[in-house]
Nanobody, 127 residues
């Protein structure tokens, strides 16, 4: 059974850092692009960051550029999101995702392009 399991969320003060992990199982990890989304209470789920199959290309929403870094470890079958200089507006449930194939990079932010979601991990940033 294909599964994505996130971890690493928690409570942190503004300006602090967290690293989220997403462990993948059940399919070859190297064969699909992946991304991170987040959803705050009362808001739509939004794209945060995406990474190509090879890991050589990354994409970010404007609000996290320069603060967040997405990466993947193919050997460990794990996706990461390093989050630095966290702000209260970053408070949300964070979800990792894989995308349907074939895939075009202009669809990273499109939730209908997502094939599989993780269960989510809560990130809370206090001011």
């Amino acid at each position: 059974q294909v599964q994505l399991v996130e971890s690493g969320g928690g409570l942190v003060q503004a300006g602090g850092s967290l690293r989220l992990s997403c462990a993948a199982s059940g399919r070859p990890f190297r064969t699909y692009p992946m991304g991170w989304f987040r959803q705050a209470p009362g808001k739509e789920r939004e794209f945060v960051a995406g990474i190509s199959t090879s890991g050589s290309n990354t994409f970010y929403t404007d609000s996290v550029k320069g603060r967040f870094t997405i990466s993947r470890d193919i050997a460990e079958k794990t996706l990461y999101l390093q989050m630095n200089d966290l702000k209260p507006d970053d408070t949300a449930v964070y979800y990792c995702a894989t995308y349907h194939l074939p895939f075009s990079v202009n669809r990273f932010a499109d939730t209908t392009a997502v094939d599989l979601w993780g269960q989510g991990t809560q990130v809370t940033v206090s001011s």
